[in-house]
């Protein structure tokens, strides 16, 4: 915790796009498109929309599937994952069973989050 909070991951990422970056500039790192087998002539690609019907079934299927969660079990194995997230143990197993009761991504996001926090990088 204390590497990320002074800076030295933020550092070490900088410096290995830094290095990189060089490497592209002089030919030795090869990205096709960039500055190899660059086409003249610039091809207009559509963008992609966004489904809005496919995110509104999304969403509902998320809805119907917290209602019908066992609100105890997914409880208790949302805690697990924070008792172990507090110590030093593995938090892959209880991860892997809050998932398994049926508590979603961001329930278990959210309670990592309340232990761990949030990074904010400094501005």
């Known amino acids: 915790m204390s590497a990320i909070e002074n800076g030295f991951v933020q550092n070490a990422i900088a410096e290995n796009a830094f ?3 060089i490497e592209r ?6 990205v096709v498109g960039v500055n190899r087998y660059v086409e003249d002539e ?9 489904d809005e019907d496919a995110v509104a079934r999304q969403v509902d299927r998320v809805r119907c599937h917290k209602t019908s969660q066992d609100l105890a ?6 805690d697990r994952v ?3 997230a507090a110590s ?6 209880p991860m892997k069973d809050a998932l398994r009761t049926g508590a979603t991504l961001g329930q278990v996001a959210g309670r990592l989050r309340s232990i761990f926090g949030e990074y904010r990088a400094p501005s």
């Open 88 to 93: 030093d143990g593995n938090l892959l197993p």
């Open 42 to 50: 610039a091809i207009d690609v559509p963008l992609q929309g966004i």
């Open 19 to 21: 290095r990189l970056e």
């Open 82 to 84: 924070g008792e172990t």
């Open 25 to 30: 500039e002089r030919g030795d790192e090869v």
């Open 73 to 78: 079990t997914v409880k208790q194995a949302l």
